[in-house]
C-alpha cells in the first residue's frame, strides 16, 4: 500500500458559480487534471489523504455530489475538514451518507495495514505567516470582513487554541502498533523556517512520521517547500502548489 496526499479540491459540482477558475488560468479544468492524475498514479490498494477544502458546498447535500466524484477515485480516500467546508456538520450526521471509499478525520483517527492517521483542521497564528511566498487573491463571491483587526485576532487565538485540543484528542487515538504514523492538517502547523511551534511540538512529541497539510495557494514559487526536522517530514499539498498531482507520502 503506498499513501498518497493532495489537498484542497475546492470541488463544485452542485454549484455552478463556484468555479475555481476565477482565480487563475492554472485552474482551468483542474477538476479533470485531479481525475486524470489519480487514475494514472494511484491503485485500488493505496490510501489518498485529502487535507481541507474538499467542497464549496454550504449544505451537505450539495457536497454529495463531490463526494460521490472523490468516491470514484482510485483507493480509499481519507479527508479531514478545511476552512471552507461549511457543508461539514456532525460526525454521525456526514457518516451515514458517505461513499464507501470515503473516511473521515474528525476527533477521531483511521487505521489501515501498517499506518495510523489522525489530525485536525488548525488555524491561524501569530507564530508564522507565508507573506513571502503566497500572493492573496481577494474572492469575488466572499462577503466583506466587517470585524476589526483586534476582534479578528481574538477570534482567532480561540478557534487555533481549540482546534490543538482535537488535535491532541485525534493523535491520543492513533493505532499504538502502527509502524508509521501521520498526522493531516489543514493549515500549516509550521513556519517556513521548520521552527517549532505550537502544534509542531505536539505533532513531534505523538511521534508523527509525516504531516501533510494545504491551504496555502498562489504561491510565487514552485520551489520544495517545509520538509524534514529532526522528527517529522512536513509536506505541503495544496493541489495547485502540487499542479493536481497526488504528492508520494510513503511507498
Known amino acids: 500500500m503506498k499513501v498518497f496526499a493532495l489537498a484542497d479540491f475546492h470541488l463544485s459540482f452542485a454549484l455552478k458559480n463556484k468555479s475555481m477558475e476565477i482565480f487563475g488560468e492554472n485552474w482551468k479544468n483542474w477538476t479533470e487534471a485531479i481525475e486524470t492524475n489519480c487514475h494514472e498514479m494511484i491503485k485500488p490498494e493505496d490510501l489518498l489523504l485529502i487535507a481541507g477544502d474538499i467542497s464549496w458546498a454550504t449544505k451537505l447535500e ?3 455530489v463531490d463526494l460521490e466524484w472523490i468516491d470514484k477515485l482510485p483507493g480509499t480516500k481519507l479527508l ?4 471552507h467546508d461549511y457543508w461539514w456538520s456532525s460526525y454521525s450526521k456526514i457518516k451515514k451518507i458517505l461513499p464507501a471509499t470515503v473516511h ?4 477521531n483517527s ?3 495495514k501498517n499506518v495510523t492517521i489522525g489530525g485536525s483542521r488548525l488555524w491561524d497564528t501569530p507564530e508564522y505567516n507565508f507573506k513571502e511566498i503566497a500572493e492573496v487573491k481577494d474572492n469575488p463571491l466572499a462577503k466583506k ?3 476589526d483587526m483586534d476582534e479578528i485576532h481574538k477570534e482567532n487565538e480561540k478557534i487555533f487554541a481549540r ?16 509502524k508509521y504514523r501521520i498526522a493531516m492538517t ?3 502547523p509550521i513556519g517556513l523556517d521548520l521552527k517549532q511551534t505550537k502544534a509542531s511540538s505536539l505533532i513531534e512529541a505523538y511521534h508523527i512520521d509525516y504531516c501533510v497539510f494545504g ?3 498562489n504561491l510565487n514559487t514552485k520551489k520544495e517547500l517545509f520538509g524534514r526536522t529532526k522528527k517529522c517530514e512536513y509536506s505541503l499539498t495544496s493541489c495547485d502548489y502540487l499542479d493536481f498531482k497526488p504528492k508520494l507520502i510513503l511507498d
Do not use: M, V, W
Open 215 to 217: 491551504h496555502l495557494h
Open 186 to 188: 489543514h493549515y500549516p
Open 104 to 107: 473521515l478525520i474528525h476527533n
Open 163 to 178: 482546534e490543538l485540543q482535537r488535535l491532541q484528542l485525534s493523535l491520543d487515538t492513533l493505532c499504538k502498533t502502527s
Open 145 to 147: 470582513e466587517t470585524r
Open 80 to 83: 479531514l475538514k478545511g476552512n
Open 110 to 112: 483511521f487505521t489501515k
Open 62 to 64: 450539495d457536497a454529495l
